[in-house]
């Protein structure tokens, strides 16, 4: 009766060992499924990551890109307004370099009335004189 009962608990001991085994197995199997899950969470994330980081680096290109446009622009912009007062600085010299040359023409063309008058009065004058001459001879 005793063997009896002893292998009585040993089988009860032996089905609660397997219990615990299979406890154990399936704990295993789940650590083991939260592992992969775990192991594809960490790689969809990565992926996110990446995905983001590019993104990221594609913005930040864009947005240096448009930086260095508008820096170009702007240059540009202030080269041509420097140009623009530039010609319009040559102009307005330009404009009185020729109203001096005006001036100094219409000057000139005093000047050469003032002479033609002279000589003219001048002339008269020896005109007058050889006549005045010519006179005398004759008397």
């Known amino acids: ?29 789940v650590e083991s499924q939260a592992e992969l899950a775990d192991a594809a969470m960490v790689a969809e994330l990565e992926t996110e990551l990446e995905e983001a980081t ?20 702007s240059a540009d912009a202030c080269a041509r307004e420097e140009l623009v007062q530039q010609v319009a600085s040559e102009n307005e010299s330009l ?3 020729l109203e001096a040359a005006e001036a100094k023409e219409r000057w000139q063309q005093i000047a050469y009335k003032d002479e033609q008058a002279e000589w003219k ?3 008269r004058q ?4 050889e006549l005045q001459a010519q006179q005398e001879m004759l008397e």
């Open 1 to 29: 009766c005793s063997s009896d009962l002893e292998n009585q608990t040993f089988e009860q001991e032996v089905a609660q060992f397997r219990s615990h085994c299979e406890e154990l197995d399936q704990a295993a199997e």
């Open 54 to 73: 590019a993104s990221l680096k594609a913005a930040t290109a864009d947005q240096r890109t448009e930086h260095a446009e508008a820096v170009i622009l």
């Open 126 to 129: 020896l005109q007058g004189l």
């Open 95 to 97: 404009q009185l370099r």
């Open 121 to 123: 009065q001048e002339l």
